[in-house]
T-cell receptor
């Protein structure tokens, strides 16, 4: 049982490039979330999903897109990366059937030059 | 939007000391959680505590929802307690957490 995994762990992009971050969970959780954490700050919610095929905007969705084609995966896309998107990205998952506790992945450190 | 304020922002303790971290929030919430982010960045949920008191080993937490604050108590602190402690609240019912800026705890041997 790996829990929540994130791919890649580190990435450096140039301004304007695109990329996709993958979050995978093997706990059969319905809910999945993408957050970003900037230095000295708490996490901010980008997008979330309450089930396969559904997504919704969080606090800071601009510049990001997401997809949840399979229950176990939640993808975060940057179509045209900007330096302001330099951050650490965390994915989390949760099952309302068990508890409202969110389980977090290890994070992806993204630098946009 | 809701404001979540944590205090103190930084705390340095000698190993074995006790501490209290505070989280104030500006509006009613459905959900409040405490997290620990260790020095390697991993986030661990400590408590799901929208109201009342819970204890887990050396840690305990109390939320007084009517007065819009929560307290996290750490007793007999250890160096492994070092890291950043976040309070996070949800108003939507979908567990969309809004995080405070955290309390950075350093426990020195």
């Amino acid at each position: 049982n790996a829990g929540v995994t994130q791919t890649p762990k580190f990435r450096v992009l140039k301004t304007g490039q695109s990329m996709t971050l993958l979050c995978a969970q093997d706990m059969n959780h319905e809910y999945m979330y993408w957050y970003r954490q900037d230095p000295g700050m708490g996490l901010r919610l980008i997008h979330y999903s309450v089930g396969e095929g559904t997504t919704a905007k969080g606090e800071v969705p601009d510049g990001y897109n997401v997809s949840r084609l399979k229950k176990q995966n939640f993808l975060l896309g940057l179509e045209s990366a900007a330096p302001s998107q330099t951050s650490v990205y965390f994915c989390a998952s949760m099952s309302r059937r068990i508890t409202d506790t969110q389980y977090f992945g290890p994070g992806t450190r993204l630098t946009v030059l | 939007g809701i404001q979540v304020e944590q205090s103190p922002p930084d705390l340095i303790l000698q190993e074995g000391a006790n501490s209290t971290l505070r989280c104030n929030f500006s509006d009613s919430v459905n959900n409040l959680q405490w997290f620990h982010q260790n020095p390697w960045g991993q986030l661990i949920n400590l408590f799901y505590i929208p109201s009342g008191t819970k204890q887990n080993g050396r840690l305990s937490a109390t939320t007084v929802a009517t007065e819009r604050y929560s307290l996290l108590y750490i007793s007999s602190s250890q160096t492994t307690d070092s890291g950043v402690y976040f309070c996070a609240v949800d108003q939507t019912g979908a567990n969309n957490l809004f995080f405070g800026t955290g309390t950075r705890l350093t426990v020195i041997p």
